[in-house]
């Protein structure tokens, strides 16, 4: 199966003890590059999230956003800092005195000062815990997968047309390259006999010189190796995986050969359909980046 690098996923859970979110979202990237964004309480799983990852995903650059709501009354309790709310009383009775207003320090201002009253985590059950995010993600990576698929399915089919008919393109070229040889000799002839009107024709040398243009025009082997690029592209696709560099070569091989065709051309309708193959090829180039 052939994927593509932008993808979307997102899975919930929900039960009577906590709740999970995870969303995963790509584009595409040379590498795979993962930004994972998660509670400082499931820090401790980024290594275990980033190898699960990697088991569904090779390229992109990835953006993963997990959230954790623990519903255990017993999974947070309060932590009060006497000593701290303390140094927070002398000081404003010390204010109080030395810029003589009056002292009106109650309870509910020392307790929202910074520090004084502190929501602290329990130590939770990480096996647990871990367990409900792992299947949280593996259903989110399964989402994100599909929707690859989906993408690296249409856009292989999409390839796919355009390869069949570029290779239309290079049989056109195929058959056209003799007869350009032809014309050329046959144009060569006519203009001698207008030249040297009655006079002897030295065949040898037409010939020499239908010989040296036809080396300068030929394109055959470009033909061979358009032939067989097109037939590796193609072969890719129908295997799948990660094969987004493979294809990016090979696309790279594709334009080097229509480069060269254009630049030997001399007939007007072979350089026009290898602009087309060109244009064709740098279509394709722009979908491989796509793909993983």
Excluded at 159 to 170: H, T
Excluded at 209 to 216: G, P
Excluded at 275 to 285: G, L, P, Q, S, V
Aim: proline share 1%; charged share 35%; aromatic share 6%.
């Amino acid at each position: 199966m052939v994927k593509s690098m932008t993808g979307y996923g997102r899975s919930e859970k929900i039960t009577s003890d906590y709740k999970c979110t995870v969303e995963i979202k790509s584009v595409n990237h040379r590498y795979l590059d993962l930004s994972i964004k998660l509670p400082r309480k499931l820090n401790v799983f980024e290594g275990d999230i980033r190898e699960v990852l990697r088991d569904y995903i090779q390229r992109g650059k990835v953006d993963v956003y997990i959230t954790y709501e623990d519903y255990c009354k017993e999974g947070v309790n309060i932590k009060y800092n006497s000593a701290l709310a303390g140094e927070y009383i002398n000081y404003l009775r010390e204010m109080s005195e030395e810029f003589d207003i009056d002292d009106d320090v109650r309870v509910s201002t020392i307790s929202r000062m910074p520090e004084v009253l502190v929501l602290e985590d329990e130590a939770f059950d990480e096996n647990e815990t871990w367990k409900n995010v792992k299947e949280c993600l593996q259903e989110a990576c399964d989402a994100f997968v599909v929707s690859r698929i989906k993408e690296g399915e249409n856009l292989k089919t999409d390839l796919l047309k355009k390869l069949e008919d570029m290779s239309k393109d290079v049989a056109f070229i195929e058959e056209r390259a003799p007869k350009v040889v032809e014309d050329y000799k046959n144009k060569l002839t006519n203009k001698i006999k207008e030249v040297l009107e009655d006079k002897q024709i030295d065949e040898a040398r037409i010939l020499t010189e239908v010989c040296i243009y036809s080396d300068k025009v030929c394109v055959d082997e470009e033909m061979v190796r358009l032939k067989s690029h097109i037939e590796a592209v193609k072969d890719s696709l129908e295997k799948g995986g990660a094969i987004g560099k493979r294809l990016d070569f090979l696309a790279q091989e594709l334009n080097r050969e229509a480069n060269t065709t254009l630049s030997k051309s001399s007939d007007l309708d072979i350089t026009n359909v290898a602009i087309t193959i060109k244009t064709e090829i740098e279509k394709i180039r722009e979908q491989i980046q796509n793909i993983e």
